[in-house]
């Protein structure tokens, strides 16, 4: 049986392969990257997709989420209150709503919408999306995550996930600041 370890905090940032974390750790080997941990651990898990084709759409997912970055970057380090309530009307009207439209659009090419991001069954495709949401909701508010709400595809597919027992139990017990 394979054993994981995400090392956090027990090395020193200048003890990693590239300098930085998060890294994880795979029976004494050191993996690193964020994106890269991610497809090891989905493929390991069956979450990844069943060929080489929605392997890929499962990056597209990544990848567009991957593009949300420098975006809620922006917003969460700026000092400025009046940058920072600038920042904050362009991401919640323009932004989000903008991410909404991409990933609504993956969606709806897999069987029009009304099952999961690729594919048949459940992939890290879903649990990024939900992820992304999951945490715009927690950590920006109700208007952050709006344009998820007013797409009724969209929003069934997080409710979907939601659903999935072991997120579901992770959500009544995780911390409430989380």
Do not use: H
Request: aromatic fraction near 10%; glycine fraction near 8%.
């Amino acid at each position: 049986m394979v054993s994981f370890w995400i090392i956090l905090l027990s090395l020193p940032v200048s003890g990693t392969p590239q300098g930085k974390l998060p890294i994880l750790e795979v029976d004494g080997r050191v993996l690193c990257q964020t994106g890269a941990i991610v497809r090891y651990i989905a493929r390991e898990y069956g979450l990844y997709g069943k060929d080489n084709v929605e392997n890929t759409q499962v990056d597209i997912v990544l990848d567009t989420a991957e593009d949300m970055t420098p975006e809620i970057i922006k917003l969460a380090y700026e000092n400025d209150p009046d940058k920072k309530k600038e920042y904050m009307q362009n991401f919640t009207g323009i932004v989000i709503p903008n991410f909404v439209r991409l990933f609504c659009n993956i969606l709806c090419q897999n069987g029009d919408g009304n099952g999961w991001m690729v594919g048949s069954t459940l992939t890290v495709a879903d649990l990024c999306v939900f992820g992304l949401f999951n945490s715009l909701e927690g950590g920006y508010g109700p208007d952050a995550v709006q344009a998820l709400y007013n797409d009724a595809k969209l929003k069934a597919l997080y409710d979907r996930v939601a659903q999935v027992e072991e997120i579901k139990q992770w959500l009544e017990k995780r911390p409430k600041s989380f």
